[in-house]
């Protein structure tokens, strides 16, 4: 079992910045892929980054360049660092985690947190 509990949420303006958590705990931290993903209200989850053991990284296009995802495998944590925000990033933003092979599709994550609201205000 993973267990991963995300932070870092809240309310920014437009054009703010804010860098989310999520600490990971139960197994090898770097044997997991780990992703964020994001869910809007009436939308379906959405691939928003990922990082794989060895540290390639995966973009949505519409997020690279504002999107950072990062970890710290002294800490096991991965980070998403956003900046630029926009009102459309408003969501529920969730950290998951799975073994090999890296994906982007929410079915295929073994461990999901709790979420953590991120609000954007225009």
């Known amino acids: 079992q993973v267990q991963l509990v995300e932070s870092g949420g809240g309310l920014v303006q437009a054009g703010g910045s804010l860098r989310l958590s999520c600490a990971a705990s139960?197994?090898?931290?770097?044997?997991?892929?780990m992703a964020w993903f994001r869910q809007a209200p009436g939308k379906e989850r959405e691939f928003v980054a990922a990082?794989?053991?060895?540290?390639?990284?995966y973009y949505v296009d519409s997020m690279k360049g504002r999107f950072t995802i990062s970890r710290d495998s002294a800490r096991n944590t991965v980070y998403l660092q956003m900046n630029s925000l926009k009102p459309e990033d408003t969501a529920v933003y969730y950290c998951?985690?799975?073994?090999?092979?890296?994906?982007?599709?929410?079915?295929?994550?073994?461990?999901w947190g709790q979420g953590t609201q991120v609000t954007v205000s225009s």
């Open positions: 998951a985690s799975k073994t090999n092979p890296p994906s982007t599709r929410y079915g295929e994550y073994e461990y």
């Open positions: 139960g197994r090898t931290f770097s044997d997991y892929h």
């Open positions: 990082i794989t053991g060895s540290e390639s990284r």
